[in-house]
């Protein structure tokens, strides 16, 4: 499995640098191996059990790499939790997931504390200081002394990811060992990783992508990881022109800020091997301009939460402009009517559904959304819209579902509609993606204020991120009399992005 292969590299290359913070101290897989047991003793010292999930809210930083693998390796599920996130949202994560164990950065304890005091099952908040400068240094009184075996239950959960949900809260998407060992060895073998690649590391690291794809490759490979805490576009180009580094995996929004950066200059970055794009569609026009610019063919793929990677264009071969490529090793695509689940032939668009071991194996506690996302014989439904080619390559067309993504980031609308309606100024609303040159979408809210003087735009958007991360937050507040329903009452969303959208 996955975590063997991490720990055989540990043993077989203890001196190869493994991950580094940019700025930060080095750290080689022997070392790495070291951390991540002292902090798994630590766990087991505080009585964690298998299958305990452990929630760790903190910024980009060693310790949170040293705690997801720790929490792994004790076969506990961890849970990671996004810095945004407000209270509200805190709240309902540590409530539906059952946390025990809360690992948070102590500049948020006055936030923390009413929250977590009130949770029946949250046994322990253990807050760390500046925890980007800690290491793994407050952990030394837990050097290795229990014995521990890794997880070899395939089944087993190994992380839970929050997904929000079309009619309701946001969902724990469970994903197993057995799930990552499947698409991370899928992704080696495509991506053709090797262990001199050193992989450049600028993503969020509380998604998929950034956790799973980007470092759990790198790990995989026994190559090496120079993390960013953030993303700067300037900074990450320097670096990139470095001659460093061999591999790079974006967003669009990165890349549409990278190809900004170049201020118009040709910058030669075919040095680099690998570069990647996804988490939302690449646009035609950066994909071409990353060519005239960087002389590189970006490489877009498709995957989600709760699948890992499921397509993605081919490492040597024709990279097509607007499609999302071939399933990976292992993986099974179809496309059909989403009314039916019956296939179509190829060239038809309909809904994209996926098979393998690296589908995930349902929602926390709720076996009737678990039953819902999945055919009568096992096919996940994605909700994106697409078609596949002749020669099996498939271009994503829109999405079957209420979905918006922006920054390479998933906002469910009736999760930002559920937050407006609890505002005291607003009989209706509706809210939707509009496009964006460098979002990709933008929220954008449209109201049915109740009589009287109409409240502010800004006091709206500011309700909204009390609630809900920014990012979920309206960008715009537009004030309507009424919405176009359908017969049955329905807000007609497409008329609205129609008028509204341009
Ligand atoms: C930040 N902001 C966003 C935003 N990110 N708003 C909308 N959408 C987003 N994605 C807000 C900030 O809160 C801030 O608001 C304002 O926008 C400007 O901030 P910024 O400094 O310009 O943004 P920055 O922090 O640089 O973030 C941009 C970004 C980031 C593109 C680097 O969004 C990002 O890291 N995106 C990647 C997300 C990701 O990893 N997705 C993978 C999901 S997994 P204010 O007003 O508060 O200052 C998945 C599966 C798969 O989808 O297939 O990969």
């Given at each position: 499995m996955f975590l063997n292969t991490i720990a055989d590299h540990c043993r077989n290359q203890?001196?190869?640098?493994?991950l580094q913070f940019i700025g930060g101290p080095p750290v080689a897989y022997g070392d790495l191996a070291r951390s991540v047991n002292r902090t798994a003793n630590y766990l087991l010292s505080l009585g964690i059990q298998p299958g305990d999930r452990v929630a760790v809210q903190l910024p980009k930083c060693l310790p949170f790499i040293y705690f997801h693998l720790a929490a792994m390796q004790i076969g506990a599920v961890f849970l990671p939790l996004n810095p945004a996130y407000p209270a509200a949202e805190l709240r309902y994560f540590l409530a539906d997931s059952g946390a025990r164990l809360l690992i948070a950065d102590a500049e948020n304890q006055s936030k923390l504390d009413p929250i977590t005091d009130a949770l029946p099952d949250h046994r322990k908040t253990t807050y760390l200081h500046k925890p980007a400068d800690s290491?793994?240094?407050?952990?030394?009184?837990?050097?290795?002394?229990r014995r521990y075996a890794l997880p070899?239950?395939?089944?087993?959960?190994a992380m839970m990811l929050y997904t929000s949900g079309t009619t309701s809260r946001p969902k724990g998407a469970q994903i197993t060992h057995g799930n990552l060992t499947a698409n991370i060895s899928a992704l080696h073998q495509a991506w053709g990783w090797r262990a001199d690649d050193v992989l450049l590391h600028a993503l969020p690291v509380f998604h998929v992508h950034g956790l799973v794809v980007a470092l759990h490759g790198a790990l995989r490979a026994g190559a090496t990881a120079i993390l960013c805490p953030a993303f700067h576009a300037e900074l990450t180009l320097e670096m990139l022109r470095?001659?460093?580094?061999?591999v790079f995996m974006g967003v669009p929004t990165m890349h549409r800020r990278l190809y900004q950066a170049a201020g118009g200059q040709r910058i030669d970055?075919?040095?680099?091997r690998l570069m990647t794009s996804g988490s939302d569609r690449l646009p035609d026009d950066l994909f071409f301009g990353y060519q005239e610019t960087f002389n590189i063919t970006l490489l877009e793929r498709y995957g989600m939460t709760?699948?890992?990677?499921n397509l993605s264009n081919p490492l040597h071969g024709q990279r097509r402009v607007g499609a999302v490529g071939f399933p990976l090793p292992g993986v099974s695509a179809r496309i059909v009517d989403?009314?039916?689940d019956a296939p179509l032939p190829d060239g038809e668009v309909g809904e994209v559904q996926i098979k393998g071991?690296?589908?995930?194996?349902?929602?926390?506690?709720q076996p009737a959304k678990t039953a819902a996302a999945f055919?009568?014989?096992?096919?996940?439904?994605?909700?994106d819209m697409g078609l596949r080619a002749p020669d099996g390559c498939f271009t994503l067309k829109g999405r079957a579902k209420d979905l918006i993504i922006t920054g390479g980031l998933n906002v469910y609308p009736p999760e930002v509609e559920l937050v407006l309606m609890?505002?005291?100024?607003?009989t209706a609303c509706a809210v939707i993606g509009c496009p964006d040159q460098e979002w990709g979408e933008q929220v954008i809210a449209l109201i049915i204020p109740r009589p009287g003087p109409p409240p502010a735009a800004a006091d709206i958007i500011a309700f909204c991120r009390q609630h809900l991360a920014a990012y979920k937050a309206p960008r715009r507040v537009v004030f309507v009399n009424e919405f176009p329903a359908n017969a049955l009452g329905k807000i007609q969303k497409a008329k609205l992005r129609e008028s509204l959208c341009g």
């Open positions: 203890p001196d190869k640098l493994a290491g793994a240094n407050w952990l030394l009184d837990y050097s290795a002394r070899d239950d395939p089944d087993q959960t470095s001659r460093r580094f061999t970055l075919s040095h680099m709760e699948t890992g990677m989403p009314g039916t071991n690296h589908v995930f194996k349902g929602y926390w506690q055919t009568a014989d096992g096919w996940l439904r994605t909700g609890q505002h005291p100024a607003i």
